[in-house]
């Protein structure tokens, strides 16, 4: 018999070593894999990607991928959870996976601005058509179903503006329509509310996540995640998902997994300093109208009290209608702490001026507007800031 030493190449490759098992530590392991090895061709044949009782290959799932998808799952009060690289995938995972030429989805005015130019567009172009209603009004949503109307997406908050709709009114209306229910759920975060269990008996079919938001919480990482409790819905959106090849890096994954302890921790100290700068703002002779639904007199707030225990660090601002545009634009250049950028719920304080006219079919409101996202700088800083851009920019 051969003593030979093997070559290194194959040596490294091969080697025989292999950890003992049984370690544990406060974050789980690190799996980076597209091949799966199997022990043998029986395991190889046995094995099934539909579910996690074991691997078959990277992008069906590795233990670190299926860990963030229970603890999402979890958060979310769902059963079952899918990971996609953004939070628009999650919209356009459901979109592909339930809709097909003939079909008919219902989109809040309000809702996402991606999420309305993918209907527009390339589900307008695959024969799925679509409509707005208002989501402030259960009655323009009952008018706007039709015998082709297959999904209904929901948003609480709306996207910018900030209304928050009567969610068990809405759902209610679908579910005597027999229509799926699906809710853009970045802004509740799982932490708002629960969108599996809205009271009444009513929850919504799906909840897609923005992980990149909260869960992520560092502004650094781009995932989603949609979310079920029902099986055959969850296998119809898996097997889309298998089809459109969708999977999420290991080191992202394990960024999302590092965050996830202290999501409620920076959820409500970020709830806590955009309640008060948005106080602030309400004060300000300058503002038409504020813009947050845990705030008496904005838009649902009636309904985010009925529905909620929390609410993002998120809010906006309304200008007077005679203050130029180009005055509030002079004004975000001047901030200094808030830095002009989308997305929200990382560490750092942003600020957007948005332009309704283009965002709505029938704005409310015909002043700039300026949404601020909390980060976790010290709130009375973030009010001088506010303070020194107000002068500087002679608002």
């Given at each position: 018999?051969?003593?030979k ?6 040596a ?19 799996f ?7 022990p043998?061709?029986?395991?190889l044949?046995a ?11 990277g992008l ?13 799952a ?7 959870t ?28 309000n809702?996402?601005?991606?999420n ?6 390339e589900?307008a ?5 679509h ?15 039709t015998?082709a ?18 969610l ?9 329509r ?27 079919d ?8 909260y ?5 650094d ?29 290991a ?11 202290s ?6 100290a ?6 008060r ?15 947050h ?13 009925s529905?909620?225990?929390?609410a ?27 830095k ?31 949404r601020?996202?909390l ?7 973030l009010?001088a ?11």
């Amino acid at each position: 018999m051969s003593t030979k030493k093997p070559d290194p190449a194959t040596a490294l490759i091969h080697h025989p070593y292999r950890p003992p098992e049984g370690f544990e530590a406060p974050q789980p392991g690190v799996f980076k894999a597209s091949t799966v090895i199997f022990p043998n061709v029986a395991a190889l044949r046995a094995r099934n990607w539909k579910s996690k009782t074991g691997y078959t290959y990277g992008l069906h799932g590795t233990p670190t991928t299926f860990t963030l998808e229970e603890r999402i799952a979890t958060l979310e009060g769902g059963l079952q959870t899918l990971l996609v690289p953004s939070g628009l995938a999650s919209i356009a995972l459901v979109d592909m996976a339930l809709l097909k030429a003939g079909d008919e989805l219902l989109i809040p005015d309000n809702a996402y601005g991606p999420n309305k130019e993918l209907a527009r567009n390339e589900l307008a172009g695959w024969g799925i058509t679509h409509r707005f209603y208002d989501p402030m009004d259960p009655a323009s949503l009952a008018a706007a179903i039709t015998p082709a109307t297959r999904l209904v997406w929901l948003e609480a908050a709306g996207s910018v503006t900030m209304e928050f709709p009567d969610l068990r009114a809405l759902v209610r209306i679908a579910r005597e329509r027999g229509i799926l229910a699906a809710l853009d759920n970045t802004w509740g975060a799982g932490i708002a509310f629960d969108a599996f269990d809205l009271g009444e008996g009513l929850a919504v079919d799906i909840s897609a996540h923005a992980l990149t938001k909260y869960p992520s919480g560092g502004g650094d990482v781009l995932m989603g995640a949609v979310t079920t409790r029902d099986e055959a819905l969850h296998l119809k959106l898996k097997f889309a998902h298998m089809r459109m090849g969708w999977g999420v890096g290991a080191n992202d994954a394990e960024a999302v997994l590092r965050a996830l302890p202290s999501l409620p921790l920076r959820y409500a100290a970020q709830d806590a300093a955009g309640r008060r700068l948005a106080q602030w703002w309400a004060a300000q002779p300058q503002v038409a109208q504020l813009l947050h639904p845990a705030l008496p007199g904005s838009p649902g707030h009636a309904h985010w009290a009925s529905h909620c225990r929390a609410a993002a660090g998120l809010f906006s601002v309304v200008f007077h209608e005679h203050i130029a545009a180009e005055r509030v634009d002079a004004f975000v250049d001047a901030l200094r702490l808030f830095k002009l950028g989308y997305s929200w719920a990382g560490p750092v304080s942003l600020a957007v001026p948005y332009a309704l006219g283009g965002m709505r079919q029938r704005p409310a409101w015909k002043g700039a507007l300026v949404r601020f996202s909390l980060g976790l700088e010290n709130v009375d800083d973030l009010i001088a800031d506010c303070e020194q851009a107000l002068r500087a920019s002679g608002l």
